[in-house]
């Protein structure tokens, strides 16, 4: 009697066939994965960047209270937010990140509009408000100190070094 023995293994093949499988399984997960990142990443310098407009507008309410603005625009320097403890980001804790957020009341002194500039050294957001989601970022590596180009006579600057200045 010639009895066969019962193999009950996975040949070279079938076993060659699933780490191909499972290669082309996570080539294809972490080419997703790296856009993921790209859009968390920009999301999170939108969610910074309201978060400092919210420090700008407790800066802005302070210096209405000390007499230094009255009713016209002011622009906070992301340096001066943070060296005031308004903001926990700044040059000093980490070099990347710039930035200014422009306030402007209206003729009134009521109604206010935010506009913000930051940047974390990966990407931008410029002249952006409250609103602004964070695929508006481009890549670039700095943002605007003195609120971009729009804060022109009239406007008090709070800068890093302390100093107010009226252009």
Same mark, same amino acid.
């Given at each position: 009697?010639?009895?066969?023995?019962?193999?009950?293994?996975?040949?070279?093949?079938?076993?060659?066939?699933?780490?191909?499988?499972?290669?082309?399984?996570?080539?294809?997960? =972490?080419?997703?994965?790296?856009?993921?990142?790209?859009?968390?990443?920009? +999301?999170?310098?939108?969610?910074?960047?309201?978060?400092?407009?919210?420090?700008? %507008?407790?800066?802005?309410?302070?210096?209405?209270?000390?007499?230094?603005?009255?009713?016209?625009?002011?622009?906070? =320097?992301?340096?001066?937010?943070?060296?005031?403890? /308004?903001?926990?980001?700044?040059?000093?804790?980490?070099?990347?990140?710039?930035?200014?957020?422009?306030?402007?009341?209206?003729?009134?002194?009521?109604?206010?509009?935010?506009? /913000?500039?930051?940047?974390?050294?990966?990407?931008?957001?410029?002249?952006?408000?409250?609103?602004?989601?964070?695929? =508006?970022?481009?890549?670039?590596?700095?943002?605007?100190?003195?609120?971009? *180009?729009?804060?022109?006579?009239? *406007?008090?600057?709070?800068?890093? +070094?302390?100093? %107010?200045?009226?252009?």
């Amino acid at each position: 009697m010639n009895v066969m023995k019962d193999n009950r293994g996975f040949t070279l093949i079938e076993l060659l066939a699933v780490i191909v499988i499972l290669a082309i399984i996570i080539v294809i997960a =972490s080419s997703n994965i790296g856009g993921l990142t790209t859009t968390a990443r920009k +999301n999170v310098l939108a969610v910074e960047g309201n978060t400092l407009v919210e420090s700008a %507008k407790t800066a802005y309410q302070l210096a209405v209270l000390n007499g230094e603005v009255t009713t016209e625009p002011a622009c906070f =320097s992301l340096a001066y937010l943070y060296k005031e403890a /308004y903001f926990d980001k700044g040059p000093q804790s980490n070099p990347k990140y710039t930035g200014s957020v422009l306030i402007t009341p209206d003729e009134s002194g009521k109604i206010y509009t935010y506009k /913000y500039w930051i940047s974390n050294s990966s990407y931008v957001l410029s002249e952006a408000t409250p609103e602004t989601k964070g695929k =508006s970022a481009v890549k670039g590596t700095s943002a605007s100190e003195t609120c971009g *180009t729009t804060s022109g006579t009239g *406007t008090t600057v709070f800068a890093e +070094n302390g100093k %107010k200045s009226n252009p």
